[in-house]
Each structure stands twice: as C-alpha cells, then as structure tokens.
T-cell receptor, first 112, second 111 residues
Framework: NAGVTQTPKFQVLKTGQSMTLQCAQDMNHEYMSWYRQDPGMGLRLIHYSVGAGITDQGEVPNGYNVSRSTTEDFPLRLLSAAPSQTSVYFC???????????FGQGTRLTVV | SQQGEEDPQALSIQEGENATMNCSYKTSINNLQWYRQNSGRGLVHLILIRSNEREKHSGRLRVTLDTSKKSSSLLITASRAADTASYFCATRMDSSYKLIFGSGTRLLVRP
C-alpha cells in the first residue's frame, strides 16, 4: 500500500520555467490538498479538492494551478516559476473532511 | 494570518520529562488535529479531537481542547530522544473543508 506518492523529490527550476508536481494516492480518498512549507511558516494551503472535478483555492494560490480529473491524482502546476516559490511542497489526502490527513514525503523545489 | 498558532515555537527538555505544547485558533472548528514531522520528512498524524470532546489519550500523548478559549494542548509524557521533531496543530473549521496548519513547535529531547 503506497499511500501518497509525490514526484519528483527534488527539482531545480530557472525563473520563468513551468513544471508540474505530481501527487497520487491509492486509498480512494476524496479530499486532496497541496501545501507549501517555508522555514518558520508552518504549512500553508495552496489548493485543495473535495472530489474529482472539484477544486478550490487555499491560503496562497497565486502562481499555481490544479486540476482533479481522477480520484487518484492531483497535480500542481507552476505556471512561471519565481524565486519566491522556492519551498518544500507537500501533498495530502483524507477520506472525508473530518478525518486524518496522510502526507507524501514532499518535493523540495528550488527556483534560481 | 494562520488559523492555528503554536506556543512555544521551540522547546528543549531532558529525556524523561514531560513536554507540553499549546495551540490557539481563531474561528469555530469541527475538529483539531496534531501532527508530527521529523526533519526532512512528511507529516504523520498523531491524534484528532472533535469539537464536542474535551480530552483524548493515545499512548504517551494527551490532548485537551477548550473551545471556549479556542485552544488545545498536546502533552507528551516521559519523553524520549526519539520524540525530537516538529509538532503541528491543524484545524478544520466549521465553515470550510480546508485543513489549516499552524506554524509548529520544534521539540528537542536531550538524552
């Protein structure tokens, strides 16, 4: 049982480049979220989804896009990378709104 | 600003001592959760307490919730060096499906 899988684990981008962070879960969870973690800031919610075809913005959505075409996958797209997007990104899933979240191991992104 | 704020930001104790971390939040919640993060790793769920519960135990963990004060505490008893990690509270507000995290407490347990 893999749980939540994020790829890649590490990525270096140049300013202005675009890329997609992948997140997949095999627990048939309806709720999926993307967070970024910066030193001293805890985790901040970027976007979340409550089911296939349904997404919504979190606390810091600017510069990121998401889509949810299947229950399993929730990719995060950086449209035009900026140094301020240097961070560690975590994907999480929950079976319902009121249950625990399961996290991936994170993607460490550096934008130069 | 974030929904949950932990206090203290950092805590250093001796092995065997108890560690207490606090979380305050701003709006009405459905539940509050505590997570642990080892350095460089993903978060792991520890315990969930619902808004109609006041106290919950899991092994050496004890969580309390005071909805009138909008605060929660996590107590780790008889701490071990392996408890060294960052601890985060997260709240699911009544009005939203979002799960919002606080800034965390870094716990160091000295052998």
């Amino acid at each position: 049982n893999a749980g939540v899988t994020q790829t890649p684990k590490f990525q270096v981008l140049k300013t202005g480049q675009s890329m997609t962070l992948q997140c997949a879960q095999d627990m048939n969870h309806e709720y999926m979220s993307w967070y970024r973690q910066d030193p001293g800031m805890g985790l901040r919610l970027i976007h979340y989804s409550v089911g296939a075809g349904i997404t919504d913005q979190g606390e810091v959505p600017n510069g990121y896009n998401v889509s949810r075409s299947t229950t399993e996958d929730f990719p995060l797209r950086l449209l035009s990378a900026a140094p301020s997007q240097t961070s560690v990104y975590f994907c999480a899933s929950r079976s319902t709104a009121n249950t625990e979240a399961f996290f991936g191991q994170g993607t460490r992104l550096t934008v130069v | 600003s974030q929904q949950g704020e932990e206090d203290p930001q950092a805590l250093s104790i001796q092995e065997g001592e108890n560690a207490t971390m606090n979380c305050s939040y701003k709006t009405s919640i459905n539940n509050l959760q505590w997570y642990r993060q080892n350095s460089g790793r993903g978060l792991v769920h520890l315990i969930l307490i619902r808004s109609n519960e006041r106290e919950k135990h899991s092994g050496r963990l004890r969580v309390t919730l005071d909805t009138s004060k909008k605060s929660s505490s996590l107590l780790i008893t008889a701490s071990r060096a392996a408890d060294t990690a960052s601890y985060f509270c997260a709240t699911r507000m009544d009005s939203s499906y979002k799960l919002i995290f606080g800034s965390g407490t870094r716990l160091l347990v000295r052998p």
